[in-house]
């Protein structure tokens, strides 16, 4: 005979209690594995995934671009909705993990069968959307990844990008730098494929504009003292110190630039800022020039859309909308007009025609916003932006100068250069 | 000799078939059930180590994650044949795993499973960082495959693709579980010192074992890449690798040659179902597997196996017999004389 088996099992609980907690598990289990359909019952609602960072080292850019989504939701619904239906978001968290990213695009398109996705931070989990959206035949609007290649060599009939690509904020950056500032450059480049990108782009802007790159340091992701390349740097003494390093690096990197006097000692440009990194820093850290796609300040028409954003997110985390939020309305809404002029919420082949010749007057941005046909790029005005003396701030918010705005097109490459090849619908 | 009728392969494999027909009703689609028998390969593949031969390696994701990228390489840079693909990707699994064997075949116990791990860390950072080979970060996209006029995109089309393999792999290791090789496996794991000395030569065994494992989780990583259209070096991560050890111990592979197939099935669904409503569905996993490893310290099969200790039905007869389904050998009444 089995001898009596002690352990907690058997002791104190029985087996059938045992069976009706393990029956009961059963039935939460089922009701979890209900509830993505019971939450998002289709009804006469037009779906829209959104594959976004809540949580990794993206997480708050994420929470950026999702309250601009909204708001374009908000308004539209407001008005009776697209083509007659309410729109509603079907979030997803990308974790800023591209396999988590494209997992999750899957599960929209098979699972919830949307025809639209937007969203996306970092350059690899857009590719892998992007990559989803193509082979599903459904559309995907980047809102908020630079990376060249989306619009280059992986550009697809059925995705379209917001910011401006990687070329185009290094090239308007460089082009003031080199002229209003100086031709001896330093760069530290953040050794992951972003970081890598810029620095090649920077290196080529300055052979083709007669600088110099005196020197470049690789900094490895995840580097939290910086405190013997900062020293390289004062040994070199550059005219202009380059930081094309992001995240949380690039918040440790300023802070003890700061710590080192370095900051004050060299004047400093990044080929790419987003406005969260300054308000983290505060104003006598944040330090630099650099190109943003928007800024609340940056001309008397975006009023509205701050109030408008204050009135949404009273509570929000920061209290003026940034560059990733303002992308992400332009994106919701620019979509939302293409499937307005479409006539059609199901057939994605005629959407992507009209996005491809969709035109519209953004207040928010003081200009005309389009859709670059050839490339699926957003064309409209962008910042060159300078860190300001807390001296200087009209308030808390008011982090940056605007040095000079230009339009995406006229710093990218033309359609002769572009490595994208489209293919037919 | 159980008639194949009555064999639990067969079983599992008719509700492997019949499962599309079920996934939408329960908020799943089809694509979500080739990922579970993907998984489920990968665990029975991992559990040909931990629960037959009784080595526990953090480092599997490293043939996995190699077996994902040669198919994606075959097709790149060799052919569009599909099976040609998953053929080189199983042979690079298997490889991977035999050169790494070779190495820390010797070892036993946490030396074993520390190496395992170094190991995948190496796989994982060659494969993040070797951006002009792997794609990096980023991956390695491929496009789709066809056999003939079958196109490998359409969901059902792939899901009976993959439960092929499936099929496939459960009779292999199966076989090979019940033959010698296999009893030497498992001796293994009860008593090393004892099958020594009984003149075999154990690290042969464990070597086999282990390069087995590979093979079969390279192929799972084939399959994956033809699934998701690109082979990323994330499951190659020692906490990948995790993944498995969990899903495999949480379905009861420690005790049973189908629990792999139970935690893999379990862990793909919570996964995909839970994380659309909190990022925290590791917590509720989590807590699933503590409560799992305390109470049925044999895995969700272990304890469905159980017999009754007077000698009676198994409990997932008894289960079932709760629902009104009347299943195994009826208990004799007092007095009663059965005739066998």
């Given amino acids: 005979m089995a001898t009596e088996k002690k352990n907690a099992f058997s002791a104190k609980i029985s087996r059938r209690q045992v069976l009706k907690g393990a029956l009961a598990s059963a039935a939460t289990v089922s009701t979890i594995a209900m509830w993505p359909k019971i939450l998002r019952a289709a009804e006469e609602t037009l779906q829209i995934g959104v594959v976004s960072p809540a949580s990794g080292n993206f997480g708050d850019q994420g929470a950026s671009e999702r309250r601009g989504m909204e708001m374009a939701v908000r308004e539209f619904n407001a ?86 690509d990687s070329i185009s904020c290094c090239a308007f950056m460089a082009e003031y730098v080199l002229k209003e500032i100086g031709k001896k450059w330093y760069m530290f480049t953040h050794d992951y494929k972003g970081g890598q990108d810029s620095a090649r782009m920077v290196k080529k802007l300055l052979a083709k504009n007669g600088g110099t790159l005196l020197g470049e340091t690789m900094i490895p992701m995840g580097t939290s003292d910086f405190s013997a390349y900062l020293l390289k740097v004062r040994e070199v003494k550059p005219e202009v110190f380059i930081t094309n390093v992001y995240g949380t690096d690039f918040i440790n990197l300023m802070k003890q630039a700061y710590e080192f006097g370095i900051s004050k000692e060299f004047p400093m440009a990044s080929p790419l800022k987003d406005y969260s990194d300054a308000w983290a820093l505060g104003p006598n850290i944040s330090k630099g020039i650099a190109p943003m796609e928007w800024y609340h300040y940056g001309h008397p028409g975006a009023k509205a859309f701050v109030e408008a954003y204050q009135k949404n997110f009273p509570a929000a985390a920061v209290p003026i909308p940034e560059n990733t939020c303002y992308c992400g309305y332009v994106g919701m809404k620019a979509l939302f007009l293409a499937i307005i002029k479409a006539g059609t919420a199901t057939d994605t082949k005629k959407v992507v025609s009209a996005f491809e010749t969709l035109k519209f007057l953004e207040p928010a941005n003081d200009g005309e916003v389009y859709v670059q046909e050839w490339d699926h790029q957003f064309i409209q005005n962008y910042y060159l932006v300078q860190a300001k003396e807390e001296k200087n701030m009209k308030d808390r918010t008011d982090l940056f100068e605007v040095l000079k705005i230009a339009k995406v097109s006229d710093y990218t490459l033309k359609r002769e250069e572009s490595a994208c090849k489209l293919q037919k619908l | ?147 003939g006029s079958l196109d490998l995109k359409e969901p059902l089309t792939l899901y009976y693709f993959v439960f092929a393999f499936f099929l496939f792999t459960m009779v292999v290791l199966n076989k090979i579980t019940k033959s010698p090789v296999g009893r030497i496996m498992k001796a293994n794991k009860y008593n090393r010192d004892r099958t020594m000395a009984l003149g075999y030569n154990i690290y042969r065994y464990r070597l086999f074992a282990l390069t087995l494992s590979g093979l079969f989780s390279g192929l799972a990583g084939a399959l994956s890449t033809i699934r998701i259209h690109a082979a990323f070096a994330e499951p190659m991560n020692w906490f990948a690798s995790g993944d498995v050890v969990m899903m495999t111990i949480l379905g009861g592979g420690l005790t049973n040659f189908f629990g792999p197939i139970l935690g893999a099935a379990i862990f793909t669904t919570l996964q995909d179902l839970i994380s659309t409503v909190t990022i925290h569905w590791m917590f509720i996993f989590g807590l699933l597997f503590v409560s799992v490893i305390l109470f049925m310290p044999g895995g969700i099969m272990g304890f469905l196996m159980e017999e009754d200790q007077k000698g009676g039905q198994a409990m997932w007869i008894r289960i079932l017999r709760l629902v009104g389904l009347k299943l195994g050998r009826q208990k004799p009444k007092k007095g009663e004389i059965i005739s066998s």
């Fill in chain 1, 79 to 164: 008005k009776g909705g697209v083509l007659g239906k309410k729109v509603e978001m079907l979030v997803e968290d990308d974790q800023t993990n591209p396999m988590v990213a494209a997992r999750k695009a899957r599960a929209l398109v098979q699972r919830d069968k949307v025809k639209f996705m937007i969203g996306g931070i970092s350059s690899a989990t857009c590719v892998a959307v992007g990559q989803v959206a193509d082979l599903e035949k459904v559309i995907y609007v980047i809102t908020n990844g630079n990376a060249e290649d989306l619009t280059g060599a992986l550009c697809n009939r059925y995705m379209f990008r917001v910011p401006f």
């Fill in chain 2, 1 to 147: 000799m159980k008639a194949v009728g009555r064999s639990p392969i067969f079983f599992v494999g008719l509700i492997f078939f019949i499962l599309p027909l079920f996934l939408p009703l329960i908020g799943g689609y089809t694509d979500l059930g080739t990922e579970i028998m993907i998984m489920a390969i990968y665990a029975l593949a991992f559990n040909m180590l931990l629960g037959f031969t009784g080595l526990m390696s953090f480092g599997h994701g490293a043939y996995f994650g190699t077996g994902a990228y040669f198919l994606a390489f075959t097709q790149l840079y060799l052919t569009q044949n599909v099976w040609i693909g998953i053929l080189f990707g199983m042979l690079a699994g298997g490889l991977a795993t035999f050169l790494v064997g070779l190495v820390i075949i010797r070892k036993s116990g946490i030396y074993f499973s520390l190496l395992t791990v170094a190991f995948t860390q190496v796989f994982f950072t060659i494969g993040m960082r070797w951006t002009e080979v792997t794609g990096g970060e980023n991956g390695l996209r491929i496009g789709s495959y066809a056999i």
